[in-house]
C-alpha cells in the first residue's frame, strides 16, 4: 500500500506563498494520478487540484484556478501543490491522495490518503 506523507504547510499572511510536498513511498508512484484535498473546520474536504501520471493533464478548483499550481517529479516520488496569493479562505488542513478511478474532482475517486498539513492564512 502506497503511503503519502505531506510537508511544507505553515501560517502565512494573506497574499503570501507556501509550497506543499507529498512524498509517496513504493516503486509505483508514476503509474498513478494525484490530487490535493483540503478540508477547513466544519466544512466538508473539497478537491482542490489533480494531476495525472505522466503530469501532461491538470485540474483546478474553481476557487485556485490562477493561484495554485499542482507538479509532480516522479524521480522523487512527490507531488507539490505550489500556493500563491493566498487568501483567508484558504486556511485548512491540505491532504494529498493517490488517484483511483471516475473523476479527479471526486473525493470517491482516490484512496491512500496522508494525514494532512496545516495552512493557516490569518485575516
Known amino acids: 500500500q502506497v503511503q503519502l506523507v505531506e510537508s511544507g504547510g505553515g501560517l502565512v499572511q494573506a497574499g503570501g506563498s507556501l509550497r506543499l510536498s507529498c512524498a509517496a513511498s513504493?516503486?509505483?508512484?508514476?503509474?498513478?494520478?494525484m490530487g490535493w484535498f483540503r478540508q477547513a473546520p466544519g466544512k466538508e474536504r473539497e478537491f482542490v487540484a489533480g494531476i495525472t501520471w505522466s503530469g501532461s493533464s491538470t485540474y483546478y478548483a474553481d476557487s485556485v484556478k490562477g493561484r495554485f499550481t499542482i507538479s509532480r517529479d516522479n524521480a522523487k516520488n512527490t507531488v507539490y501543490l505550489q500556493m500563491n496569493s493566498l487568501k483567508p479562505e484558504d486556511t485548512a488542513v491540505y491532504y494529498c491522495?493517490?488517484?483511483?478511478?471516475?473523476?479527479?474532482?471526486?473525493?470517491?475517486?482516490?484512496?491512500?490518503w496522508g494525514q494532512g498539513t496545516q495552512v493557516t492564512v490569518p485575516s
Open positions: 491522495a493517490q488517484y483511483y478511478s471516475g473523476s479527479y474532482y471526486y473525493t470517491m475517486s482516490y484512496r491512500n
Open positions: 513504493g516503486r509505483t508512484f508514476s503509474s498513478y494520478g
